[in-house]
Each structure stands twice: as C-alpha cells, then as structure tokens.
C-alpha cells in the first residue's frame, strides 16, 4: 500500500511539472486578464507625482528671456492667456510649447486633486507641492480659482512669525499634528490639541491676540476655519 501510494505521488509530481514547462510557467491568461486591484485601493494622489520634468512651472529664467513677441509655438498659436503666463518665463532658446505643458500639467494635478480632496488641493498650493501652481491657475485653468483664493488664506506648518489671531483648522487628519503660540517674551499662550486626536478628526488651533509666533508640526498646512 505504501509503495502505491508513493508512485502514485511521484506520478502526480511529473504530471504537475509537465503542465507548468506546457504553459511557459506562467499563470493562465484568461486569469491574468480579469486579475483587477483591491476595492480598497486608493488612487495615486497628483499632488504626490514628481513635479514637471522641464521646466519646473514656478521656475523662473535666470538668463535672457524670450521677448513676448517671438512668444509663438512651431505649430498654430497661443491664446491671450496662455501669452501672459508664458512672459517673462520661457528661456530665450527653449520653446514656448515645453513651458506651457509645464503650467497645464500643475492646472491638471490640481484639478485631479481636488475631484478627489479639495483640501488636499488646496494645502499642495499652499505648501508648494504643486509648483506653479498659483502662476497656472490664474492664467491658465481659472475656473481652480477658489482652490487658488482658500490656498492664499492658509499657511503651511512651521514656524510663523506675527500670525492673524483667530480659529484655523489643519488640512491633515493625522493624529502628530501639534501646535503653539507664544508671546514676544517666548512664553506659551496656548497649545494643542488639548486631547491626543484619533486618525480622522478635525484638528483646530485657536491663535490668541499678540502672538509672536505661532508654531505647528505634522499638520501639513492651515486655512481659516
């Protein structure tokens, strides 16, 4: 019984090793081809993608500059607004073309960003994650406007000197965000959170008249609550 069985075995293997070395070792195509990613799969964020190969959008020549009038693609023509954004920027042997993907590649990161997290959008323009972007949506996709117009309300974390007194809240639902304000003298007027925040909470700083300087931690970036 023992030796049948171990034939069998032995049997059993050759034949698994055949159908592997028929099919090239590879899983069957038909599987590969309905194979999709987890439901709970988060979509990359553009915000986080690498900034624009050539040139980055807020750069800014530092060597001569195409005059506005030889401002012209090889192929058609620029628009009005597409013209302004370009001024000043392109250098003076690069083409025109290559700078404005530049900016229409910021325009679209951000508008990818905000379809899915408007506050996502609106701290990479605070924060600059999105170079350019500023310069991109005020000439080239207007209607990112109020992303760009909540952005210039905020600030980014870190220290910052002379703040506005009042009531911010934190474009970060991560539990490290810390704050404080202190007084010229460097004493503490007010810290927080005052109770450790669970993952997903909204996180506010209260920034009381007379702060010297108001400091913040893990909270990525702040708007006006």
Same mark, same amino acid.
Request: aromatic residues 4%; charged residues 20%; proline residues 10%.
């Given at each position: 019984?023992?030796?049948?069985?171990?034939?069998?075995?032995?049997?059993?293997?050759?034949?698994?090793?055949?159908?592997?070395?028929?099919?090239?070792?590879?899983?069957?195509?038909?599987?590969?081809?309905?194979?999709?990613?987890?439901?709970?799969?988060?979509?990359? $964020?553009?915000?986080?993608?690498?900034?624009?190969?050539?040139?980055?959008?807020?750069?800014?020549?530092?060597?001569?500059?195409?005059?506005?009038?030889?401002?012209?693609?090889?192929?058609?023509?620029?628009?009005?607004?597409?013209?302004?954004?370009?001024?000043?920027?392109?250098?003076?042997?690069? $083409?025109?073309?290559?700078?404005?993907?530049?900016?229409?590649?910021?325009?679209?990161?951000?508008?990818?960003?905000?379809?899915?997290?408007?506050?996502?959008?609106?701290?990479?323009?605070?924060?600059?994650?999105?170079?350019?972007?500023?310069?991109?949506?005020?000439?080239?996709?207007?209607?990112?406007?109020?992303?760009?117009?909540?952005?210039?309300?905020?600030?980014?974390?870190?220290?910052?000197?002379?703040?506005?007194?009042?009531?911010?809240?934190?474009?970060?639902?991560?539990?490290?965000?810390?704050?404080?304000?202190?007084?010229? $003298?460097?004493?503490?007027?007010?810290?927080?959170?005052?109770?450790?925040?669970?993952?997903?909470?909204?996180?506010?700083?209260?920034?009381?008249?007379?702060?010297?300087?108001?400091?913040?931690?893990?909270?990525?970036?702040?708007?006006?609550?």
């Amino acid at each position: 019984m023992y030796r049948r069985s171990a034939a069998a075995a032995v049997l059993l293997t050759a034949a698994l090793t055949l159908t592997a070395c028929s099919s090239g070792g590879k899983a069957d195509s038909g599987a590969e081809a309905k194979a999709k990613p987890p439901a709970s799969s988060a979509a990359p $964020d553009p915000a986080d993608s690498p900034a624009p190969s050539a040139p980055a959008a807020d750069a800014k020549p530092t060597g001569p500059v195409l005059p506005d009038t030889k401002l012209t693609p090889k192929t058609g023509s620029f628009t009005a607004q597409e013209k302004k954004y370009l001024s000043g920027r392109v250098p003076e042997k690069m $083409d025109p073309a290559a700078v404005l993907q530049s900016g229409q590649e910021a325009c679209q990161r951000v508008a990818l960003t905000a379809k899915r997290d408007k506050d996502a959008a609106t701290g990479a323009v605070i924060t600059g994650e999105i170079p350019g972007a500023k310069d991109a949506i005020t000439h080239l996709c207007p209607e990112q406007k109020p992303i760009l117009v909540a952005a210039e309300k905020g600030f980014p974390e870190g220290p910052r000197t002379s703040p506005a007194a009042g009531t911010y809240r934190a474009l970060t639902q991560a539990s490290t965000c810390t704050w404080e304000a202190k007084s010229k $003298d460097g004493s503490l007027l007010a810290s927080g959170p005052e109770t450790q925040p669970n993952a997903g909470d909204k996180i506010t700083a209260t920034i009381p008249a007379g702060t010297a300087e108001f400091n913040s931690s893990g909270c990525y970036a702040w708007i006006p609550a």
